[in-house]
């Protein structure tokens, strides 16, 4: 999708236009019982946190927040959705790789914790920083994958996070009118990344390792998402974000 930014409508039927994909067939295309069982262990954890989402969706429908209206509430729904299918093609990738689907997971209640103490604002921004960690993450691991329909599923996710973030920015753009507020939202986000950053790379130690990611690495992707996303929110057009932080839609990349 381009970058623009959209009306609550326009996200509405964009997420409605993407709701009937069928989920994909996945097939034994090759020995996953080659890759390190530690990745199987990873994609479940993000297959529960994928899971969730039914408490915003009737926060945005029923709200007095500046700039919302029904189409946003509609949109959010179409959201989670979209959310729950991704829960259900890493299940699907899970199993291929010979792994187990887990019921709880302490970085998963922690994200849950979090969003269950905030309203609506605070949910989304936890949310946008859900989708930095999950753009590069998943990114990250498809690069050091063999082309398979694995690498190609995880991809996918990939480009659908990525609108996934253009629409959380787009809601705490409208609710960051003032200086005040975007400088509460720097302090705020730029906290909340850390924190995301320091449990993921934490809890997802051990895949990072043995496919031979380096930490540094997805520190950096991290952050260039990270900026991106503050970026969006803080300028009013997409001409005002540098060049070298706009991404490449066609393989999920910020340079």
């Keep these: 999708m381009g970058i623009e930014h959209r009306t609550w409508q326009g996200w509405e039927k964009f997420f409605a236009d993407r709701s009937t994909r069928a989920l994909p067939a996945l097939r034994q295309d090759l020995d996953y019982s080659a890759l390190p069982k530690s990745l199987a262990r990873s994609l479940a954890i993000f297959q529960l946190g994928e899971s969730g989402g039914g408490t915003i969706v009737a926060q945005s429908f029923c709200n007095s927040l500046h700039g919302l209206n029904q189409h946003y509430g509609t949109a959010m729904a179409y959201f989670v959705e979209e959310e729950h299918r991704h829960a259900n093609i890493l299940a699907m990738c899970v199993r291929l790789l010979g792994g187990n689907l887990i019921g709880n997971n302490w970085t998963a209640r ?131 974000i540098p060049q070298s932080l706009q991404c490449d839609s066609s393989f999920g990349r910020c340079d």
């Design 110 to 240: 922690l994200f849950v914790f979090a969003r269950r103490l905030i309203g609506l604002r605070l949910k989304v921004l936890v949310l946008l920083a859900a989708e930095v960690v999950g753009i590069c993450y998943y990114h990250l691991l498809a690069v050091h994958l063999p082309q398979s329909r694995l690498r190609e599923q995880l991809l996918e996710i990939v480009e659908d996070e990525r609108s996934h973030l253009y629409f959380h920015c787009d809601f705490l753009r409208v609710q960051t009118p003032t200086a005040w507020r975007k400088r509460l939202f720097v302090w705020i986000w730029r906290l909340v990344m850390v924190s995301a950053s320091v449990v993921v790379l934490l809890d997802h130690r051990r895949a990072i390792s043995d496919l031979g990611i380096g930490k540094r690495q997805v520190l950096a992707r991290w952050k260039s998402y990270s900026q991106l996303a503050e970026r969006l929110v803080l300028r009013n057009s997409v001409r005002d």
